[in-house]
């Protein structure tokens, strides 16, 4: 039996020289393929056909089985389907709505599979015919809009969402799509903030409009003026605001315990016993196993409103509490089977349930701290591209974050204290911690956890460059907050310290391999210049005077390591090459630290040999530093507390448009109108004549 019967929907065979008989809707579509009218025999032929159940399969493989002479020759058919498919929306009639709805997905998805190489005026040519496509576009919107602003069936609702994110993803370069300047010119945008301010609908659709809404922000940003972009950026509406920060709060949140499930399920029983037995063989094995697929689209939308509304900031701070969704009843949500783990949206009660009852046990938690754990998970694991886009995406935020001065302010608020368990690397020399053990801090230390957690976890042999600059120039932001608003925070700055000169020592190792392939003298520039802000400004924001007497003793403790760096760029940078430059504003960044080096070191010395002690103890050191800072020189270096503001274009253009192609192409994988099945629909409808 050929693919195209099998498509056609056979309905039995009565003997072996008979054809097999076709579904009448297949009869049908055969009509339209044809070069004759189907209405000119016919008049009621749109009506019933509309009556019909859908056979996506069939329709669409019909259209792209088409070729370039038969697309002329039925063109207008064509377009006649496409316009009775926009007015069966304006039906009461729902059973015509929701088969239109799947009719037009499959002209959009089967026109387009078919003419990849056409330019987009051809396909909207074919489409709907090019001097009516204004028309027809604002037609569809229009009806579009109303179905999803109007007081009907959310399976309708929820048909609507699929369609337009089958439009939007229906090419792989969303802005090589020329359809979308209609749903530019008509927009949506008021629809999808109307369900996400409804908690209702937020529930069932909230998913779909966030990630519809992340895409549309996407088309052509850079080259045109995108409506979607403008209205997003002034979006003050706080049901609305907050309704995004759920759907995003709560799409994190399942990833969180997806991951949670599968890290718990790898502890226990044989395979937990036999690592255990034989050292890290299997730890490779181990990460494998954890692996759940990342949610980009997800964290596009984050992005898009940290990025794009400052309004959004207070959204990632609102409190509410740390709901364990697989404690909550799940309800079975009309899903893609084949959907990757990561990429569902989550069980409609956890959406209808922002306001649990408090329990006076259970630990509050806010997007913020959604998102470091969610970004702690994804951080560990670089090497794979998708996971090394969403480590990148979530520094960007992270970013954004730190250089809005109301984020920074909550950051460091002493009465907003949380305990945050952030996901660590499994690691050979350190044992696991323990969960009850996490203090209850401002959120700003969880951020640089998180910055000192990858820093000593990524030194590897394909070096993460990108990602090392962007973490420490995440933790100078912060500082640089810090020390212009004196905020003394109680950190474990060593940890920090340690973290970074553990870096550079890594960087020295491995100049040679890495020099090939990255300018390591800007990282050691930038991580240098974190020291001399602890020298130069470190008395106006460390907690006491001994923690900057402790930052003293670890320059001096680790001072074969600055002695090397100096060395190293001091021969770069006196002979010719493509470093010189770069290695020779490491020279003199390194002017304070090694005048401590040079200052403490002879007099720690000199301590030993008068009192007779092979090796000083810590606190002895500290008492030799303490009393020696009088005759200790600096200099005072300037643009310490500047940094260059984040800005997308030009330099983060290429990594999103790669990001929203990738986004777009799960998008359209996963997105199936087959999700809502026509028998669900047709109970639903079957009292509405």
Not at 454 to 474: A, G, N, S
Not at 531 to 553: A, K
Request: proline share 3%; aromatic share 8%.
């Amino acid at each position: 039996m050929s693919q195209m019967e099998k498509k056609a929907g056979l309905l039995r065979r009565t003997s072996s020289s008979k054809k097999p008989l076709k579904e009448k809707v297949v009869l049908m579509y055969d009509e339209i393929f044809a070069k004759e009218d189907p209405a000119k025999n016919n008049p009621r032929f749109w009506d019933e056909l509309f009556l019909m159940k859908v056979n996506l399969e069939y329709l669409e493989s019909k259209l792209e089985s088409v070729d370039g002479e038969e697309v002329q020759r039925i063109q207008d058919n064509i377009n006649s389907l496409f316009h009775h498919c926009v007015q069966a929306l304006g039906e009461e009639h729902q059973i015509k709505v929701v088969n239109a709805l799947q009719t037009l997905c499959a002209l959009f998805r089967g026109v387009h599979q078919k003419n990849k190489s056409a330019s987009g005026f051809d396909i909207i040519n074919m489409l709907m015919g090019f001097d009516k496509a204004e028309q027809r576009m604002k037609d569809l919107m229009e009806r579009l809009d109303s179905l999803l602003c109007g007081d009907g069936s959310e399976s309708l609702k929820s048909l609507c969402l699929k369609l337009l994110l089958c439009l939007v993803t229906v090419t792989d370069n969303i802005s090589q799509n020329t359809i979308l300047e209609y749903v530019m010119i008509n927009s949506i945008f008021e629809a999808i903030l109307q369900i996400l301010s409804d908690v209702s609908s937020r529930g069932q659709h909230g998913y779909d409009a966030v990630v519809l809404l992340a895409l549309l922000v996407n088309y052509r940003k850079y080259e045109s003026v995108n409506p979607y972009i403008v209205k997003l950026s002034i979006v003050d509406d706080e049901p609305t605001l907050d309704g995004m920060g759920m759907v995003v709060h709560q799409a994190l949140t399942e990833y969180n315990r997806q991951y949670k499930d599968k890290e718990e399920e790898n502890q226990g029983g044989f395979f937990s016993t036999l690592t255990s037995m034989v050292g890290s063989m299997f730890i490779a094995d181990a990460d494998e196993k954890l692996s759940v697929q990342t949610n980009e689209a997800i964290l596009l939308a984050l992005y898009e409103a940290v990025h794009l509304n400052r309004n959004f900031i207070t959204v990632l701070a609102q409190s509410h509490p740390e709901i364990d969704i697989a404690a909550t009843p799940i309800t079975p949500t009309p899903t893609t089977p084949t959907t990757p783990l990561g990429t569902t949206p989550p069980s409609l009660d956890m959406m209808n349930n922002p306001e649990l009852p408090l329990d006076p046990n259970l630990q509050t938690s806010n997007l913020l701290i959604t998102f470091l754990k969610y970004a702690s998970i994804v951080m560990q694991d670089t090497k794979d591209e998708h996971r090394l886009n969403s480590a990148r995406l979530c520094l960007i935020i992270l970013t954004c974050i730190a250089e809005d001065q109301y984020a920074d302010a909550f950051l460091h608020d002493d009465n907003m204290n949380f305990r945050v368990n952030l996901h660590k690397m499994p690691m050979r020399h350190r044992k696991k911690a323990v969960d009850k053990n996490i203090p209850s801090r401002p959120l700003v230390c969880a951020v640089l956890d998180l910055m000192v957690e990858f820093i000593v976890t990524h030194m590897m042999k394909d070096f993460p460059m990108d990602l090392y600059l962007r973490c420490v120039q995440i933790i100078h932001k912060l500082l640089c907050y810090q020390k212009k608003c004196r905020i003394r925070l109680h950190y474990t700055w060593r940890e920090l310290w340690s973290a970074l000169i553990n870096l550079l020592k890594f960087l020295l190792s491995n100049e040679t391999t890495l020099l090939a392939k990255h300018n390591i003298f800007h990282l050691a520039l930038l991580v240098v210049n974190l020291f001399n802000m602890f020298i130069t400004y470190g008395d106006t924001f460390l907690p006491t005077s001994n923690s900057y007497d402790e930052l003293y003793y670890e320059i001096v403790r680790m001072h074969q390591v600055f002695d090397n760096l100096y060395c190293m760029v001091l021969r770069v940078s006196t002979n010719t090459g493509p470093w010189k430059e770069a290695a020779s504003k490491v020279t003199h960044a390194l002017v304070n630290v090694r005048a401590i080096i040079n200052h403490f070191n002879p007099k720690i010395e000199s301590y030993a040999a008068v009192n007779h002690i092979s090796q000083l103890s810590e606190e002895q050191v500290l008492e030799v530093v303490r009393s020696n800072y009088d005759t200790l020189t600096l200099k005072l270096q300037d643009g310490l507390d500047q940094f260059e503001r984040y800005s997308e274009q030009p330099k983060e253009a290429a990594f999103f448009k790669e990001l929203v192609r990738s986004i777009s192409l799960n998008v359209r994988k996963n997105v199936s109108l087959n999700t809502l099945s026509q028998d669900i629909l047709l109970k639903e409808f079957s009292t509405i004549s």
